[in-house]
């Protein structure tokens, strides 16, 4: 940062700082004489010398810095063309949505607003760029549509289908444990939608609640779909530490291990532990750190989710675990065969994949049993035959023996 820049920088932060009650104007101009006075030996930066001050706390100065980033970013939505912002809807931990109106066909639509740093990395804008020309080519009633993708300002944006309702996760929040059938009826809608989109050969790869949106109508929306994600997700997990970055709740094993070939038994994963806290109202794994709870996703062997809720049919239990199988060649190989089992257990019947996939896996215990059984037998029957051979030699040894005596004493 260059001292203009940390001096516009100051002249926000000190005016909010005034305008929000947290400091007298005599005060800012105290602090401000001080930055000046310190600039050429001992330079400072006007928030950390009022919090040295005690003028504000810590916590006042990083709500003011998050104020101040989102006007910034409101500032430049502003100027998209072809749009008229209307407000903000919602902010993630990395963006922050807007409602806004697509003058060129009076519709009220969604705009998401990527952060700077985005910009920066010149392979992420090209993959932002690929995969929402990409998801401008899905067309379905439970995909979120991707209407535009531009840049205005240094700031990248998605603009999508603006969907009135909420999402998942705000009554998952609220401490709504659903019951099988409602999660049956989201989960099969969620699962339509990621059918369509493996078939055009996207990927999600971040299936969760909060990317789960239920319209007024109670129809079901995959939201974020085409928005790609930045490879180093799993890195700057770690390094925030949730901070930024939210706790890895529903991600695969395999994208934990950053393996390169995601393919959708990766979004299988994903929606799996996305139905595992529908039914049960708890994650999969759940920990402090975002890091131990990547390491229990590789580990740590899941609750079947009836044991936690007990009034669950064994089959939505048993799919639900196929689902979240450690190893993706144990999981549905693709959505068709996860739609069998969902609609199967969702008319009352028993699942048929995830059956067939337990009876593969005790067939090979059992064959292993069978095998552990012949090869007791053929260890009986070698002793068998040792001991038979000992016979014969003892019996030919005394017959010898006798013979000898025999021979001695007739001589
Ligand atoms: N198309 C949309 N229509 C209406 N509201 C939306 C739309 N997309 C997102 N939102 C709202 O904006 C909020 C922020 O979305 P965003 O994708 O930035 O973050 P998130 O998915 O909630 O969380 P995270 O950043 O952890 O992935 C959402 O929680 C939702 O309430
Ligand atoms: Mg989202």
Do not use: W
């Not at 019951?179 to 099969?188: H, R």
């Not at 493996?198 to 299936?207: A, K």
């Not at 996939?357 to 552990?372: F, K, T």
């Amino acid at each position: 940062m260059t001292n203009e820049s940390n001096t516009n920088y100051d002249t926000v932060f000190g005016k909010m700082a005034v305008e929000q009650g947290l400091c007298t104007p005599e005060e800012l101009r105290r602090c401000i004489d001080e930055v000046d006075n310190r600039r050429a030996k001992n330079p400072v930066l006007l928030k950390d010398l009022m919090v040295e001050k005690g003028f504000v706390t810590a916590s006042q100065v990083n709500r003011l810095h998050n104020a101040i980033r989102e006007a910034k970013v409101a500032t430049a939505t502003h100027q998209i063309p072809g749009y008229q912002v209307l407000g903000k809807i919602g902010a993630g931990a990395m963006a922050v949505v807007y409602k806004a109106r697509q003058l060129s066909l009076n519709r009220i639509v969604a705009i998401k607003v990527l952060p700077k740093r985005f910009t920066e990395n010149k392979d992420y804008v090209e993959r932002f760029y690929k995969e929402g020309q990409a998801a401008g080519k899905l067309n379905h009633p439970h995909i979120v549509q991707a209407v535009d993708v531009g840049e205005a300002g240094g700031y990248h944006y998605f603009v999508m289908e603006y969907v009135e309702g909420k999402t998942l996760y705000e009554d998952i929040a609220a401490g709504k444990i659903f019951g099988e059938k409602e999660a049956l009826d989201i989960i099969i809608q969620v699962a339509e939608a990621l059918r369509h989109a493996h078939s055009m050969g996207l990927i999600h790869r971040d299936v969760k609640p909060k990317n789960i949106m239920i319209n007024k109508e109670g129809i079901v929306k995959l939201a974020d779909m085409g928005l790609a994600r930045e490879t180093t997700d799993i890195e700057a997990a770690k390094t925030e530490k949730g901070k930024a970055y939210g706790t890895p709740y529903y991600i695969s094993p395999e994208q934990i291990r950053g393996e390169m070939d995601i393919n959708g038994r990766a979004d299988i994963y994903g929606l799996g532990a996305t139905f595992y806290h529908l039914v049960t109202g708890r994650v999969p794994y759940m920990a402090d750190d975002p890091v131990e709870v990547m390491k229990k996703h590789l580990r740590d062997e899941l609750v079947p989710p009836d044991h936690i809720n007990t009034t669950l049919s064994a089959g939505v239990s048993e799919v639900i675990e196929v689902m979240m199988a450690k190893n993706k060649a144990d999981r549905y190989s693709n959505v068709d065969e996860l739609l069998v089992d969902l609609k199967a257990v969702r008319a009352g019947q028993a699942p048929v994949l995830a059956h067939k996939r337990i009876d593969v896996s005790a067939l090979g215990q059992l064959e292993d049993g069978e095998a552990v059984e012949a090869s007791a037998k053929v260890d009986y029957e070698q002793a068998i035959s040792r001991y038979k051979t000992a016979i014969l030699i003892l019996a030919a040894a005394s017959v010898f023996l006798l013979l000898i005596i025999i021979l001695l004493l007739f001589r």
